[in-house]
């Protein structure tokens, strides 16, 4: 059984049908009926103004939206252990021209004006040392961990004082909205947050994701980013018509609470052997060599994460049925 | 009626088919059961062994073969009016990091021998001058040529005695194989070329490209760039599901004929209006602002190429029956 | 006798002594009270408030001029035979990360706006084509010409019309303002030149250009820029010494004035062999291989720059009675 | 009295004498008698086939070679307190295309096998994550410690192991060589480096750098970098003439022995307030604000490092007389 990733998760079926909808379009690049939807459709489920440009990856997303945020010879402050730290293999210096990372320190992947502030701090104004132009947090974190409405507008608090970006890696935004109840304005642009990375694809999706810019003269320059990074897909239409399908009845939504729901069933088996408090979809746990053996034994396919840790991953098509078993081995250790 | 671009064709049946079934798989990235198929399938049309990657545009899979021929401080020879010189906003200079496109002249779009060592041999071996690398073609051309694997072969020797690599953009590489008769080995491997961009997009697929290395060693830092430009999609699977289905039964080839076909009706219509002999699914004309206008009056959309001519490209999916009443327009003109 | 380069020209007198006084101060990189008068005395010398920095060559200059000017997804117009695109290696593909440039056809490699014109308007105001961002003049030209203030004010009325910023590379700067007798105000901002790189390296200086910026905001990023390319140099107050020693009591235009009086005799000598009008110190001639051969056997220096054609470039130290014994040798031809 | 940087230490007269003699010299760039020397004579220092390179900047050496060592999608390991990483704006990022530094901890900036092995064998050997292919180490570092040839030797033999470049920024080579007593080629490529930063600025020299490729191949592309980097001077002569008259006689030694003689003096006055074992010509205090500033008060100029923590760099130029007042004054805090 699969709890390695949510990205090995399926495509929802009303994803699947949109895009066999989608096959009677005939306009290409994202000069289609269904992608000139998009800025309305996000506008609405942000309450105010957005550009929303379809990307086909989260760190396409994430990328263009730094190299909107920072300029070649600018700092991006980012938590150690981020995903465009250590797992886009220089994407991030690819897209911004040889920016540089700033990496903080913080529990569960999580940054607070404290930390940002240690690194921003240390760093002299002068030609000599790459000053700081932006902010990326990720939301949920790499740890599953969620930053609350009042934690981000912390942070968009001291970028917007240090006139520096912000920007959300929501490769799992819909499990923070989902475990947070708010809405999604609240946790971002009514916060601070100028550009989000909102991830549909380990959610439901297949291959499209959404760039957000609550900024919205962000988004012409990145327009052309796009094309020229090959990310500009010439049948876009597909691409739309999956953002669309998850928008739609807010299936997103729906999507994130049952993988939520199926890492809380694992949470409760857990007990002290939680290593991060799970919020998201991601359960980390403390066990041992033997322990990973026995449950790998028991068909249940998962990371390991670093010495005596395991990462699972639940997803949005496993039901409680089918969590259980898992839980009920995880309890048994 | 749709003769702007077979971008906006639809997706074959057996695409969207093959990736319903994709949909039971759960491995990421690229590490699925399909996406490991790729090399061997791809050698086995090849008859060599190839190196195969799925990359979501035409414009990816360009420009990551271009920057595994081509370093920073180089220049890629290709033709003028080639689609990464026009239509690619500066792609290839992304991907390279500032290499340098050596514009060539010549009919039909299409390079010789002769007028790359134009370009190429007015230029001082110094550091002072950007030295060439590489040169690219486009098979089928952007008007619609074709090179036969003779002339590749001649450009091919061209390439290896003056060191350079030799890419070849085949967005219709299908159409240009259709035409041509022959194996697509003849017309690239064993005519010089080191990576195609075999295009399937246009030709009934909806968003996966094969990047082809017949020198398998460029792969490797290929897959780093790949990921790295944010290309390595998390569900790479419906990827490769694509470029099986257009493999099995060759049904890349059956869709390009029949593009093709079309192509070759409205061909006949237009007689001496062509401007460049048609031989594989784009046609252009001859035609002043007012048949333009009455061709479009009776529902034909096409594009407009410059002052008295106009581009139509035909799709996998128009039967003669569909190509007929466009034929017929045009030969009333 | 020396006529291939001004890059081959001794060191002014006046530039060796104060660099020899500089040696008595020590402070570092740009923070020396030497380099802190740039700004001031060059304000002074354009009459209007500018920020002017040290650089070590003219490609740096060019280059960090038009990565101020253009993005990396952006277009940079200039002439065909500019420096910028055959002489520096794709130095502006790397400063601007991956800008193109767009090259225009003119006599003597000057562009007009109607130049501009053709190659602007063909552009497609699209994603997939690159856009111009700005403009990229050599004044004096590469091949001697000299641009007046009223035809620079028409290319930057174009410039300001189409939003398009606006650079001139100065390398003989001082020669053009030579031959015009104008103020430096006149042919630069007054014109619309937003940066401009004056050369001194040519013209008795050793290792120093200054790069001008009369938008001063542009400066900023400039200086971080300089440092990213490991431009500013620890001891940079030898670089500030050379450009206040060039500009004391005018040096910089009276060297310039004895290169042209220079080219000046050679042009009377070359009566209809002349190539293109000489206005500056560069002196362009139609003469066949066994003449060329004639005048290297005498001992003049230069180049071959096409077939038939030779480039002879007068210095600022070269005197009437130097430059005598070749224009004899070419009025003998 | 200046400690604050030997980048702030005049130029010897030597090499104030050798400009002023290559002021006879015309030839251009590097094609000058003087440059075409280099080769020769760092090869015969070596006492191995080396090749050459002259750049006006410290920085520009070092990220030439790591340009020349790591590809755009790797990685190069060095120490958190390197020069390369705080203080050069970028420059890796920038020459590298974008490579990441990966940060070693280790006392004194002096990396181990071990502290390299600690961060490369963390890093998961596969697409997601930016591999390492370079190591830089600076001898001496930058906190004034000196690797032995024994130690550099222990890391070359890891990074031959593991397929690593090797650089050395030797900014304060001559600093180190002097210190140990060794020749050149026992701590260089003896002991497994292959590109070297060989500084002459901060000790006696203006404007001229050499960078040594140890594998003479890597020079090549090197060449077309430098130019591209607007790094190639136009009147390269006057470069080369600084670096032969600082290997005259082996004045580089001599000074560099000079300034850390200075330094020792200082090390002994300063007992048990020293941060770091004095080896060059660094001396890092612990010391108080009172005692700093009652230090600056008598007139001696320095940095503040970090709290508590101040940096003396003495200079070839300051004899032992010179040097003795700080001393007393430190001895009397």
Redesign the interface.
Known sequence: M?F??D?????HAAV?AA??TA??L????DGDALSKQLDGRFSDLFETDVRALW?????????LALAALC???G?VVCHRDAHIQ??????P????????LMLCDGDGAKLTPATIRTVIDAIAND?????PHSISITNATEYGRVYTPGEVAAIGELARERKLGFHMDGARFANAVAHLGCSPAEVTWKAGVEALSFGF??NGG??AEALIFFKPDLAD?T?????????????GR??AAQLLAMLDGDLWLETARAANAGASLLANAAGNRLLHPVEANEVFLRVTAAEAASLRAKGFDFYDWADGEARLVTSWDQQAAAIAPLAEAIAAL
Chains 1, 2, 3, 4 share one sequence.
């Open positions: 699969r390695f990733s990205n090995a998760a399926p495509v699947m895009m066999t096959n009677t005939d306009t290409a690049y990307v086909p990856s989260g760190t396409a997303a994430n990328c300029p070649p010879y700092g250590n797992d886009e293999c220089g994407a210096e690819f897209y911004t021209h040889g920016a540089k030609v000599h040392r790459v000053q694809v380990k297949m291959s320059a327009l052309m980013r796009r094309k020229r990074a090959g990310l500009l897909l010439s049948k597909y691409l």
